[in-house]
């Protein structure tokens, strides 16, 4: 059960209604992990806002980096939501297991999965090996602030799933 009393669709107001009337444009609902949140409308708007702006990262390499993130930080809801989301983005439930697993098929791929893995692990410390794999992959400089901000917005879920106890609303997540 969530610790925090989120604000349903149906009892939201003002600027909670309309970030909510965003989100299920975009979605079709609200998922939990967004109602908990909508707690606090500007927070929800900033959390949203992060996505869409990192501009170097595609759909399939954004749910690359969270579906690595959720792995590493054993966040069970955000493995669910993103596992979905990656299926959207064209990325198969195998492949999405690979990239969990830190195995994916795609050279590039499995370059950035290596980078965020080293992120996440090393708290930011990256080998030279790794760097140098990352930019071989074909990732420039310019791919770096986007990653690391895609991280950070994966963290910041992840965490606040864990401290809210969010219940998952998505299919779950094979378990691996």
């Known amino acids: ?3 925090i009393k989120a604000i349903t669709p149906e009892q939201a107001t003002g600027h909670t209604a309309e ?28 959390l949203l806002g992060i996505g869409p702006s990192l501009k170097t990262l595609s759909g399939p390499e ?14 069970g809801y955000c493995l669910s939501a993103h596992t979905l989301l990656a299926s959207m983005h064209g990325i198969s439930k195998e492949e999405s ?12 791929q499995k370059a950035l999965v290596n980078f965020v893995s080293e ?9 030279d090996r790794t760097f140098n ?17 895609a991280v950070v917005e ?4 992840n965490f606040f799933n864990h401290i809210n106890q969010t219940e998952i609303d998505f299919p779950a997540a094979e378990k691996i």
């Open 154 to 157: 994966n963290f910041y879920t």
């Open 119 to 127: 992120i996440v692990t090393e708290k930011g410390h990256v080998s």
């Open 62 to 75: 954004r749910e690359t980096i969270a579906l690595v993130v959720a792995q590493k930080n054993n966040c």
């Open 97 to 108: 297991i690979n990239i969990r697993k830190g195995a994916p098929q795609n050279a590039k």
């Open 19 to 46: 970030v909510y009337s965003a989100i299920t444009k975009a979605l079709g609902k609200v998922p939990n992990l967004f109602q908990a949140v909508g707690v606090n409308s500007n927070a929800l708007q900033t």
């Open 1 to 3: 059960m969530s610790r």
């Open 133 to 149: 794999e990352f930019k071989a992959a074909g990732y420039t400089d310019a791919h770096i602030p986007d990653v690391l901000l």
